[in-house]
């Protein structure tokens, strides 16, 4: 399983205020995790050094990842 790491941003969406590090099965799992850790807050989840969700992200999203964020 791939490990990912989930941060949680402030407000102006570029500071981190939490980090949480899982090891999870797929990256929609992980985008779902992070969605119930950031508890409404702008987050960002990386797989390793590549960032798959987020502001830094450029890789559109699986149907299944955008079905998990209500797009």
Do not use: N, Q
Not at 34 to 49: D, K, N, Q
């Amino acid at each position: 399983m791939p490990e990912y790491e989930i941060r949680v941003l402030k407000d102006d969406r570029y500071s981190v205020a939490k980090t949480h590090e899982r090891m999870l099965k797929d990256d929609e799992t992980a985008i779902s995790v992070a969605m119930g850790l950031a508890c409404g807050s702008p987050f960002e989840v990386w797989r390793e050094l590549e960032c798959i969700y987020g502001l830094a992200s450029a890789r559109p999203l699986s149907d299944r990842a955008l079905s998990l964020i209500g797009r």
